[in-house]
């Protein structure tokens, strides 16, 4: 069956340092691949996303490449702020069908 | 362009109790689909509704339940309430073809389990 893995948190950095979540998954096929974020209290919102291999997602100053032969999909930000605290969850979908398979999520906390 | 919106925010139920939480789809979107999500976890998928039907289901048990309605809103039922039923609850909607380029998250229900 698919599956995703990411690194477990909580990950804590200063206001402008560099930021990289690792996100590996299994998967038969070519899933589309996605990261969410959530803020306290909230939903899920959509970050980004790749459908197929080599695609970079960027959104927001976030970036993350979809990587076929290394089975990852890892997000990085050059210089996170306070604001981008928050839990971050990787996620795929087989690409006949809309279901999303996610990882256990990882806690950023960006201090100033 | 409204997003997706669930009621109640909050509730608590008793083992044993049936609860029904509420949904409705974001404008424009014919497809729903729920998850759970327990504390410091991520979201599972419970199922997901099409044109009233349910089309595609995760590892849950038969007391989860559900509805789809004309206007596309939806329910989710849970009968014979289980302490590890306590999670928050959210909805999704999307629009069916379009391969989750539309997957819009409401901000769920917190079911609390005594």
């Known amino acids: 069956g698919n599956s995703v893995t990411q690194m477990e948190g909580p990950v804590t950095l200063s206001e402008e340092a560099f930021l990289t979540i690792n996100c590996t998954y299994t998967a038969t096929g070519y899933p589309s691949l996605f990261w969410y974020v959530q803020y306290p209290g909230e939903g899920l919102q959509l970050l980004l996303k790749?459908?197929?291999?080599?695609d970079k997602g960027s959104n927001k100053g976030f970036e993350a490449t979809y990587r076929k032969e290394t089975t990852s999909f890892h997000l990085e930000k050059g210089s996170v702020q306070v604001s981008d605290s928050a839990v971050y969850f990787c996620a795929l979908s087989p690409n006949a069908g809309n279901m999303l398979t996610f990882g256990g999520g990882t806690r950023l906390m960006v201090k100033p | 362009e409204t997003g997706v919106t669930q009621s109640p925010t909050h509730l608590i139920k008793t083992r044993g109790q049936q609860v029904t939480l509420r949904c409705s789809s974001q404008s424009g979107h014919n497809t729903v689909s729920w998850y759970q999500q327990a504390l410091g976890q991520g979201p599972q998928f419970i199922f997901q509704y099409y044109r009233e039907e349910e089309n595609g289901r995760g590892n849950f048990p038969p007391r989860f339940s559900g509805l789809q309605f004309p206007n596309y809103s939806s329910e989710l039922n849970v009968n014979a309430l289980e302490l590890d039923d306590s999670a928050l609850y959210l909805c999704?909607?999307?629009?069916?073809?379009?391969?989750?380029?539309?997957?819009?998250f409401g901000s769920g229900t917190r079911l609390t389990v005594v």
């Open positions: 999704a909607s999307s629009l069916s073809g379009v391969i989750n380029y539309g997957y819009t």
């Open positions: 790749a459908t197929k291999a080599d």
